[in-house]
């Protein structure tokens, strides 16, 4: 079975200061992961992904995410943050195979920005 | 184009009356997924389609939801004698062949409202 698991509800961070975002996820198979924002009434803009070339991802605006097998994890840190970066962040896992194919999103992380 | 475009934005229905969603994937995407967001966490997995074949849909509500995806035609989701339990936003995300290297495209959702 495919899970993802947000391990923080509400994360907030002043401006200027780190951003970590976690996410550990569960997957029978080699798993595809991505990580997408979403803006207040906005659709979902993709972040990054991990699909099994490099563990350490860079993605738009300044984000990264490091797969770690050992860990099950894939965890999205930003060095600083910025006021726009308010938003509902969504970790998801790809699960593809020749029956059936789904896309599993976490319950996001809604990041707070404090000037 | 290089977006997923769907339409309308925004839909009001009145409780029992049909409403009919539609989606554009990007050109040269052969996978189509849609997904219903309910709660501001929670996406809802509904169905997918690889062309104009359903591949996936476990998650349908088989009595009053229907999809297609035709060729030269946008894809659709149609629901016939809507409830106020439907209201949501329902993304459609399109892929391309070999999908887990390279990610869903999600378009930025309509909005249904039924009153």
């Known amino acids: 079975a495919q899970s993802v698991t947000q391990l923080d509800s509400h994360v907030s961070v002043s401006e200027g200061t780190p951003v970590l975002l976690r996410c550990n996820y569960s997957s029978s198979y080699s798993p595809s992961l991505f990580w997408y924002v979403q803006h207040p009434n906005k659709g979902l803009q993709l972040l990054l992904k991990?699909?099994?070339?490099?563990?350490l991802v860079k993605g738009i605006n300044g984000f990264e995410a490091e797969f770690k097998k050992s860990e099950t994890s894939f965890h999205l840190t930003k060095p600083s943050a910025h006021m726009s970066d308010a938003a509902e962040y969504f970790c998801?896992?790809?699960?593809?195979?020749?029956?059936?194919?789904?896309?599993?999103f976490g319950s996001g992380t809604r990041l707070s920005i404090r000037p | 184009g290089e977006e997923v475009a769907q339409t309308p934005k925004h839909l009001v229905r009145g409780e029992g009356q049909k409403a009919k969603l539609y989606c554009a994937p990007i050109k040269g995407h052969s996978y189509v997924f849609w997904y219903q967001q309910v709660l501001k966490n929670e996406f809802k997995f509904l169905i997918s389609f690889q062309n104009e074949n359903v591949f996936d849909e476990t998650g349908m509500p088989k009595e009053r939801f229907s999809a297609k995806c035709l060729p030269n035609s946008p894809c659709s989701l149609e629901i016939q004698a809507t409830k106020l339990e439907d209201s949501a936003v329902y993304f459609c995300a399109s892929s391309q062949p070999g999908q887990v290297n390279y990610g869903y495209t999600f378009g930025s959702g309509t909005r249904l409202t039924v009153v």
């Open positions: 991990y699909t099994s070339a490099a563990t």
């Open positions: 998801v896992v790809s699960v593809f195979y020749s029956s059936a194919s789904k896309i599993i």
